[in-house]
């Protein structure tokens, strides 16, 4: 995994601006902070700096589009060693297999938030 983040930075896949725009994703997030990124950009740029400049490793990366995939939910439960820290996950591995997408009936709750961080 580091290789190919190194191989993609040898290319020019991350230019000064988009290693900015990830270090000040990384930047504003709290101590071993769990954060949804959107998309491959912001995903694949805090990657390579958590692997390649070493900043911000205590922060676990999820990109939105993988949670319901079990392969995915798998990885993000056992981690990778001295890469991806592993996340403490209450399914067993045959109820992560389970998962999948499916339509919800509409129902209204609510979230309280404790800290709210918004970043232009």
């Known amino acids: 995994m580091k290789y190919f983040y190194k191989l993609a930075n040898e290319k020019g896949a991350y ?11 990384l930047k504003r997030c709290d101590i071993n902070a769990i954060l949804f990124t959107g998309g491959n950009a912001d995903f694949d ?4 700096l958590q692997l390649h400049e070493n900043l911000r490793t205590d922060i676990t990366l999820i990109p939105i589009g993988n949670i319901d995939r079990p392969w995915y939910v798998q990885f ?4 990778l ?17 389970d998962i999948h997408p499916f339509k919800w009936d509409t129902t209204n709750f609510s979230i309280q938030i404790l800290s709210l961080c918004l970043i232009y």
């Open 15 to 25: 230019p000064d601006w988009l290693k900015e725009f990830g270090r000040n994703f």
């Open 45 to 48: 740029i805090c990657t390579y």
């Open 76 to 79: 993000l439960k056992k981690g």
């Open 81 to 97: 060693k001295n890469s991806v820290r592993n996340i403490n996950i209450g399914f067993n591995d045959q109820q992560i297999m």
